[in-house]
T-cell receptor, first 112, second 112 residues
Framework: GAGVSQSPSNKVTEKGKDVELRCDPI?????LYWYRQSLGQGLEFLIY????????KSGLPSDRFSAERTGGSVSTLTIQRTQQEDSAVYLCASSPPGKTQYFGPGTRLLVL | AQSVSQHNHHVILSEAASLELGCNYS??????LFWYVQYPGQHLQLLLKYFSGDPLVKGIKGFEAEFIKSKFSFNLRKPSVQWSDTAEYFCAVKTPTDKLIFGTGTRLQVFP
């Protein structure tokens, strides 16, 4: 079946603008995760959803970052007032509860 | 806090050479361990995983890893690498809250 999909694949924005990144998990996967991959920080966890609730938001770097998940499926990661240090590849993964996570292709964000 | 260390940041090998990439983790409880691979221009893919049982796990493309509890290690091995193994390799441990903690990655370059 289809894997995890993310959109857009690339996003260029100006400093101070808001961006929304979308993740479509594998059908039936109740758990959804957001990670960030950047040169200086490697792969970092951001937030975890089980269904529509987020039991672990500990990785969100600041209150400019938020995420939601609706219908136990699609998730949106929103970054408000983007800064240059937000430039990174944002990865989404999904899994059945407690099982192996499967990753999407990522959204490459560049903040000018 | 849990952490993962990958001491080899960049490895250069010729085809047919043997490979061993080190991974050490810090966590005293039951661990779930993973190796993911990211080929150039592609997304993260699962190479192999250890949840329980036989500490020697076999993955795709001839890779294997050995979980040694006493050494807190989960090293990745392949007896004979190919040019197509050129990629970045990430070791990860799953926390009790299901998020993955990644190592900094090892970039492998294989020359014909």
């Amino acid at each position: 079946g289809a894997g995890v999909s993310q959109s857009p694949s690339n996003k260029v924005t100006e400093k101070g603008k808001d961006v929304e990144l979308r993740c479509d998990p594998i059908s039936g996967h109740t758990a959804l995760y957001w990670y960030r991959q950047s040169l200086g920080q490697g792969l970092e966890f951001l937030i975890y959803f089980q269904g529509n609730s987020a039991p672990d938001k500990s990785g969100l770097p600041s209150d400019r970052f938020s995420a939601e998940r609706t219908g136990g499926s699609v998730s949106t990661l929103t970054i408000q007032r983007t800064q240059q240090e937000d430039s990174a590849v944002y990865l989404c993964a999904s899994s059945p509860p407690g099982k192996t996570q499967y990753f999407g292709p990522g959204t490459r964000l560049l903040v000018l | 806090a849990q952490s993962v260390s990958q001491h080899n940041h960049h490895v250069i090998l010729s085809e047919a050479a043997s490979l061993e990439l080190g991974c050490n983790y810090s966590y005293g409880g039951t661990v779930n361990l993973f190796w993911y691979v990211q080929y150039p221009g592609q997304h993260l893919q699962l190479l192999l995983k250890y949840f329980s049982g036989d500490p020697l796990v076999k993955g795709i493309k001839g890779f294997e890893a050995e979980f040694i509890k006493s050494k807190f290690s989960f090293n990745l091995r392949k007896p004979s690498v190919q040019w197509s193994d050129t990629a970045e390799y990430f070791c990860a441990v799953k926390t009790p809250t299901d998020k993955l903690i990644f190592g900094t990655g090892t970039r492998l370059q294989v020359f014909p």
